[in-house]
């Protein structure tokens, strides 16, 4: 069963204060050996499983994301996620915006587009940036991460979610983190129900409004599997490895251990069955466009 840090325990003290980027209220603690930040979730919305379940995925897929946990705060319940930039004295984190910013110094943080021409964040983008940085080395895990949010439905990859390691000039992915928009996160009890009796619904949810912000810019494409398409002809190999290790890794019983790890406190049956359904249908679709010729 999967730990709730109770973050009022002596043992853990208020370490930075509040913090108020992103959408949601955030606190940094700390303990004699680690710094967590304790993320707040939005009303009617199940963010901080969705975290959880984003990184045990991770773990069976052995894609590096961030480690959440599960937490109270006084009487609110929500996620911790475990400092991961600080790693080494002689490794450096920075968010990919960082990299876009110095290449397009008119490409604007807040909009995230650049009116001067036209190299809004996209696909494109970032894969210029990653192939000028490291070449092949980098473009694997870059399409990974793609792959990873088409699976679970991550509408949310913007530039400051996701970026590098520098250790002495040399760059390699840092942990993904904030996959709180994703895994049917606020979806309520009603449309559940919706979505197992309506099939035009349940294909909305898993297909047709499964939309990344991470879009290909030259053909203005945004929904995930859209993407995935798009990609297997260019990246087919590593399109194949990835299928070939959801197949390996991500089978129904891994998928089930998961969520019975989740505590009854966290999720009630009800959305327990629900999860397994999404995981396992978006499973099922992503493996099928990838195979498909």
Known sequence: MYKIINLNDKEWNLDKGLITSGRNKKYWFRNNKEEVLFKFIK????????????????????ISVAKYDFANLNDSVGSISYNFKDKES????????????DEYPNYDFNTMKNENNGKDYSFELCLEILEHLNGEDLIEDYISMILFDALIGNSDRHHSNWGLYNKEGEYFFAPLYDHSPSLGFNLTDKKIKQFYKDKRYQNS???????????????????????????????????????????ESLYDKNI?????????????????????????????????????E
């Open 43 to 62: 009303p009617n919305t199940r963010e901080h499983v969705s975290e959880k379940i984003a990184y045990e995925i991770g773990e069976l897929l052995n």
């Open 256 to 292: 089930e251990k998961i969520l019975d790890n989740i505590p009854k406190e966290i999720i009630d049956e009800f959305y327990k069955k629900f999860l397994k359904t999404l995981i396992i249908n978006r499973r099922n679709k992503l493996i099928e466009v990838i195979d498909n």
């Open 90 to 101: 002689n490794i450096e984190y920075f968010e990919i915006v960082k990299f876009i910013m």
């Open 205 to 247: 949810v898993l297909s047709s409004n499964s939309k990344s912000l991470l879009k290909l810019n030259d053909r203005n494409i945004r929904r995930h599997f859209d993407i995935v398409k798009y990609l297997k002809n260019h990246y087919k190999d590593i399109l194949m490895n990835f299928s070939y290790n959801l197949k």
